[in-house]
């Protein structure tokens, strides 16, 4: 079936980005198992990952924008061992379990270690021990018997060095409901391994805009290097389309959609997943913009959005939104509007106020750029102006947006 019954009938403010990540599971490739281009990200983010110098590189991102996708492609090029953490499984949910998933990664790589370099006299027994209660005092004393034979990373020659890379890290939030001092002793663990005691890099990727405020507020640093992974430009879009995704189509697919990129991205912008959800599912809407399974989702989702003026309607939901309809609409409005693109924060924070902003983030319809690193799907961004900057999550939800105010509903 091309439209999942799931998409058809999400709750208004279930997708909230901390609980239900939208991106697809563990599969970070396209359909062929190919990498798109990407060329300066590559480069850049190569260059910093190569760096003698560890860091703790967070990549933001909007779901769906490509970040999983980029850091494989990066570390499967580079003369790593990653060591990868996907936060979804919960794994990282409980001290327990973030137990266990430390030692699923890090004793295959110190029985490595053991064996090509024996003077380090890694003792793997003692390291790993298994238990069955767990609390925040085991995974401290885990966490430093890993890190004390581990060699500086200059020095490492023998073996790859490590690179630990957690995807979804916003789910590290759980952790700390779970306990705060195993989400703590973590994060300074990360800090001190990285930036201090220059052992491995690490890399955090998350889809939720806020994440970085959350993780620079415990840690009271700013020693976080972020990226904001965007979609592609323009140019590089439709050469995506047209040289990359339909030649991998049936025929008539890709004749009819061939050179129509100019249409198809006002509804999926140019975010490799979108426009490749659009191409999968064209036998079925045949272009009939209603029935693209991502505009219907996003289109009624923002209808619930706008209509919230009336709390009754919505009383089972947990979460209540601290903005309203009009809010929405405004916010929207002034993009779509505007430049088509994006808002300055502190432009909209002047209107509608920091609390509603962040509520508009929390609920998924905004999406924040802290850094403007990788911005190269905006063209019109005003290099005089600096600041952080916020689009629609989405181009269905923009195009859904164009799609109210023309009154076509
Ligand atoms: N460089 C790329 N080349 C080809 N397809 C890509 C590329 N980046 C992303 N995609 C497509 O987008 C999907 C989502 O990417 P992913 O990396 O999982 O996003 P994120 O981690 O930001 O949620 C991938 O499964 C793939 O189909
Ligand atoms: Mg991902």
């Known amino acids: 079936m091309l439209v999942p019954s799931s998409l058809r009938c999400l709750p208004a403010w279930a997708n909230r980005v901390s609980r239900i990540p939208l991106t697809r599971g563990n599969s970070y490739l396209s359909r ?73 990664q890090f004793y295959p790589y110190f029985k490595q270690l053991s064996v090509s370099s024996p003077s380090l006299k890694v003792d793997t027994r003692n390291i790993f021990k298994r238990k069955s209660e767990i609390n925040a005092q085991d995974v401290i004393g885990l966490l430093r018997r890993i890190s004390d034979p581990l060699l500086k990373w200059a020095q490492i020659e023998k073996e790859p060095a490590p690179i630990l890379i957690i995807d979804e890290a916003n789910m590290l939030k759980l952790l700390g409901d779970s306990s705060e001092l195993a989400l703590t002793s973590l994060l300074t663990w990360l800090v001190k391994n990285s930036i201090q005691d220059q052992r491995f890099h690490v890399v955090l990727t998350t889809s939720d805009p806020l994440f970085l405020n959350w993780i620079q507020n415990i840690l009271n640093i700013s020693h976080l290097t972020p990226y904001v992974v965007g979609d592609l430009s323009k140019e590089d879009a439709e050469e995506y389309f047209d040289t990359y995704l339909l030649p991998q189509f049936d025929s008539e697919i890709s004749s009819e959609l061939k050179g129509k990129f100019d249409e198809v991205s006002k509804v999926t912008g140019t975010r490799m997943y979108v426009i490749e959800k659009f191409v999968e599912e064209y036998k079925y809407h045949k272009g009939e913009i209603e029935k693209f399974s991502m505009f219907e989702q996003e289109f009624n989702r923002l209808k619930f959005g706008l209509e ?36 300055y924060t502190n432009d909209l924070v002047l209107q509608i106020g920091e609390v509603k902003v962040n509520s508009l983030l929390e609920h998924n319809f905004l999406h924040l750029r802290p850094t403007q690193r990788f911005t190269y799907d905006i063209d019109n961004l005003d290099v005089s102006k600096v600041g952080s900057i916020l689009t629609p999550t989405n181009r269905p939800l923009a195009y859904a947006m164009e799609y109210i105010l023309n009154g076509r509903f």
Request: proline share 8%; net charge positive; aromatic share 12%.
């Open 32 to 104: 062929n198992n190919t990498f798109f281009n990407r060329k300066r990200e590559l480069t850049e983010f190569t260059e910093a990952l190569s760096s003698p110098r560890p860091r703790i590189h967070v990549l933001l991102g909007p779901p769906n924008s490509g970040k999983t996708t980029l850091v494989q492609q990066v570390v499967d090029k580079l003369p790593f061992k990653p060591l990868f953490f996907d936060c979804r499984g919960g794994i990282f949910s409980t001290p327990t379990n973030m137990y266990y998933a430390i030692i699923n």
């Open 308 to 343: 919230y003026e009336k709390p009754k309607k919505i009383h089972k939901f947990e979460e209540k939104p601290l903005w309203d309809g009009d809010d929405l609409r405004d916010t929207l409005k002034e993009i779509v509007e505007k430049n088509n693109e994006f808002i």
